[in-house]
């Protein structure tokens, strides 16, 4: 059975390459296709948060009563990162390449510092401390995250 | 701040001033290495000469080393759940330390001053050691957990070996100021001192960053596990050994190992070159790929120190100087100031509830793509000058407006971010 950190931090990677096939295609001028792969991208980056949201914190807050700690800054990083996400979808919108690089570039340099922080604390903490709920939490993140991913 | 936050909260990060300061003071030891270049003499014809000892320390415990104390400030909370004690304190005292020590010590050898070198060792040595304690208290109060990257480790392995350089180069200084005598030949001494310095400490921690940096920003595959898992306690074992063996005097197995760790450090910059070409990103920007030629002078660099342990002429040993610590070092940390430094100015404005510009905003492409442009000029001048004086003068002139550039392209992003948070 994987660990919450290998399934999330896969997920993680998938949701790169979502982005990393928007930028290309945006970079190109394809906006159309740029559309549909930033949609993706959108539905991938959600189900992840979703999945975080709606499982994984939840379970670690039961198992450790930290309501305010670590997943309170995380969700708060999340809103942050949906905004970046908008404003991404409106440059997109508008044609500009160049506000479009400079979204992307922000918002994936704001995305892997979120990244670092929970592959190497707060992952590993959810394994440490979820015990025997972990194998069963796994499964489910599974199905939230499965089939979200085009590339 | 609750304890229950390790590293992960903004807040756990220091106020933009601390990592800052580092960002802004280390282009001007760049700046002041070209000035020794310019007015020199004869400074890249060995690396004996006051003028190349200056140059030397100027960029490695000038430049390099206020950068990587100042982004170890930043990144230890993020990637080891590090909370700094007193965050702005060590960054204020650390930094002063570290300025005026670099000063005394560059200034002291280039002037063949003992007690400035003295002075200036001690005083790095203190500004080293303040880092140092605060970092090993933070991290012991960080949170034990099992995880599956080796960056955190290696960041405390680099950090290690930035400590055993440090008293190598106060036990130096004492050596040449006061007299007092080693248990090796200064040369060999200096030896251990130079080699801890860019592969114990400069080495093991680019690789360390790169372990997280390469494959999550530039979007490759990741490092193998199995080489990761290895690679920086084997380069540090194979410093240890090396360093014994040259102690010793047993030459054949300080050759042996002399040559594993070229090779050893060989295949980190290789496997970064090989993943980088696997990059999802298809428009690869002026950082992308000033990294990935900082790789490839590193590999020029090591090419130059295997001919020197084979041919002793001076030329070898300047030459992979000048392509590791300017072209490797130098390329690589320019490009990580350019995400850093925007990056911290977004963060700075988004946390005080300010709609800020994005990255290329805050720091267009341009300026950025024709300052590293410079950087590969000076560093082709430099490599030309191990040979000619004339054009090493050339090149300081030129290293000169490289960091000039460097320092204004980072004033450029301080200017836009007050500008957006005025409007």
Redesign the interface.
Known sequence: MSTIADLMTHDHRACDHDFAHAETLAAQGDWAGAAEALDAFSRALNAHFNAEEQQLFPAFEAATGMTQGPTQVMRGEHVDMRAGLERLRAALEAHDADDFAGEAETLLIMMQQHNMKEENILYPMCDARLGHARDELCTQLSHSLAAEHTS | M?S???????EDTPPLSAPLRFFLTAPLFGLCAGLVLLLGDGVLSSRWTPGALAAVHLFAAGFMLQVMIGALQQILP????VRFPAALGVAGSSHALLTLGAMGLAGGLAFGRPDAIIGGAVLLLGGIGIFLVAALAGLIRS?S?????H??RDLRLAMAGLAVTAVLGVALALAIGRGVVLPLPLPQAVDLHATWGWLGWGGILLAATSW?VV???Q?TP?YPARFTRWWGPGVLAGLVSWSLARALGADGASSVLGVTLVLGFAAFALLTLRLQSR?????PDAPFRAFRMAMLAILAGLAALSCNLADDAEHWSVLAGVLILHGGFGGAISAMLY?IVP?LA?LHL?QAGIRA?????LLPDTPVRRQLALHLAVLAALVLGVFADSIARIAGLLMITEFGWLLLNMLRVLHNLKRARHT
């Open positions: 609750s229950a936050n390790p590293g992960l909260a903004y993020v990637v080891a759940g949170p957990v099992k995880i599956a990257s960056a955190p997280v494959p999550m920003f979007i990741g990059t999802r990103r298809s428009t995400k990056f977004w988004t510009p994005n990255m290329k905003k």
